[in-house]
Nanobody, 114 residues
């Protein structure tokens, strides 16, 4: 499976973006898929995940603002990001755990200006 993330860009604080993660060569199914964020000097952190038990998990910093979803017919996972803040700036990666294997997509850069 390969993952391709897109949808990043430059947005003003308070704005919104929707990131997409397209899976090819395999299906998302109901496997774990998460969105992670990396900023310079910090470890990559999970911001939202769709768990294998179909529950969702969000980092405290994004609760109420970000929403993860998936369209299994299209093999795409989404991250809707609303009320963006400058501290949301970073490179966002999607991550799939399927059949015991970890797959990461290439990052997509999100820049939120104040």
């Amino acid at each position: 499976v390969q993952l391709q993330a897109c949808g990043g860009g430059l947005v003003q604080a308070g704005g919104f973006l929707r990131l997409s993660c397209l899976a090819s060569g395999g299906t998302l199914g109901y496997n774990y898929i998460g969105w992670y964020r990396q900023t310079p000097g910090k470890q990559r952190e999970m911001v939202a995940s769709f768990n294998s038990d179909r529950s969702t998990t969000y980092a405290d910093s994004v609760k109420g603002r970000f929403s993860i979803s998936r369209d299994n017919r299209k093999n795409i996972a989404y991250l809707q990001m609303n009320s963006l803040k400058p501290e949301d700036t970073g490179v966002y990666y999607c991550h799939l755990v399927r059949l015991g294997r970890d797959t990461w997509g290439q990052g997509t850069l999100v820049t939120v200006s104040s």
